[in-house]
């Protein structure tokens, strides 16, 4: 997949490593959630979606924690561990379980957004393009979390990693961008949004790319070996005429 400028301008050469990396960490979260489902027999999907809201940040954690540049933080007030690379904070959430719902029509959670991210969008969200939607001031339960983030450099960014999936389907789609905060229902204005490649599509698409090898790159056939010893190769071959000389040829006539 090419990269766009802003994903340059973002994360420089990474930016291959940066994506598959997401799309490994979140296909490693959504398969620990299944299982969860698996193992407690039941139809209701709560073990998938409380397995999921956790692990989908441990695993980003642990695919970015040997990588240069990062810094894993944990909010006070915060249960989940946030990854910041390079000045750029990584915000995953799941937008839909189905592809009926468009990215551009997604919202952030399923209801009031919590503290911790009206906290993120205010401290680290781009310039709201329209003031008058924009959310000016704090609700008061997010005064102690932006506290917390006290200590993040101003210029950090706000990157969102946006993804559907269910416990059915697997994972469908993972974009990432730049979006504000519209109301407190989670609306988002996205400024950047671009798409993801899944783990198994990138996978694909390196086979796909591999060009066969040409006729003369291939290895060349070793001839076969006389196995004949040396003694046997000055005795003729079974079936094969033996030479008369002339000597023989004269006392026979």
Same mark, same amino acid.
């Given at each position: ?123 680290? $969200?781009?310039? *709201? ?9 704090? &609700?008061?339960? !997010?005064? @102690? /979390?932006? =506290? #917390? ?68 790159? $291939?290895?060349? *056939? ?9 003694? &046997?190769?000055? !005795?003729? @071959? /079974?079936? =094969? #005429? ?12």
């Amino acid at each position: 997949m090419l990269e766009s400028q802003w994903a340059r301008d973002t994360f420089g050469q990474r930016v291959p490593a940066i994506r598959q990396a997401i799309a490994e960490a979140l296909s490693v979260a959504l398969d620990n959630a299944r299982d969860a489902q698996t193992a407690a027999q039941t139809e209701h999907t709560h073990p998938f979606g409380f397995t999921l809201m956790s692990r989908k940040f441990e695993a980003l954690a642990e695919a970015f924690e040997d990588m240069g540049d990062v810094r894993i933080i944990k909010p006070a007030g915060s249960p989940h561990e946030l990854v910041v690379l390079d000045g750029k904070l990584l915000f995953p959430f799941r937008y839909a379980k189905d592809r009926s719902i468009s990215v551009m029509s997604a919202r952030i959670g399923e209801g009031r957004p919590s503290a911790l991210v009206q906290a993120l969008f205010n401290r680290f $969200g781009p310039e *709201p393009r329209m003031r008058q939607l924009a959310l000016h001031d704090l &609700a008061p339960q !997010t005064v @102690p /979390v932006a =506290e #917390a983030l006290s200590d993040l450099p101003d210029d950090t960014s706000l990157v969102l990693i946006a993804y559907a999936c269910n416990a059915h389907a697997g994972l469908l789609d993972v974009w990432w961008g730049e979006a504000e905060l519209l109301d407190r229902t989670g609306s988002l204005r996205w400024h950047v949004c671009e798409p993801i490649p899944l783990a198994q599509d990138a996978s694909a698409a390196g086979q796909a790319g591999a060009q066969p090898a040409a006729f003369d790159q $291939g290895a060349l *056939p070793t001839p076969a070996l006389n196995p004949r010893t040396g003694a &046997a190769r000055l !005795t003729a @071959p /079974v079936g =094969e #005429a033996v030479p008369i000389t002339r000597a023989e040829a004269a006392g026979g006539e």
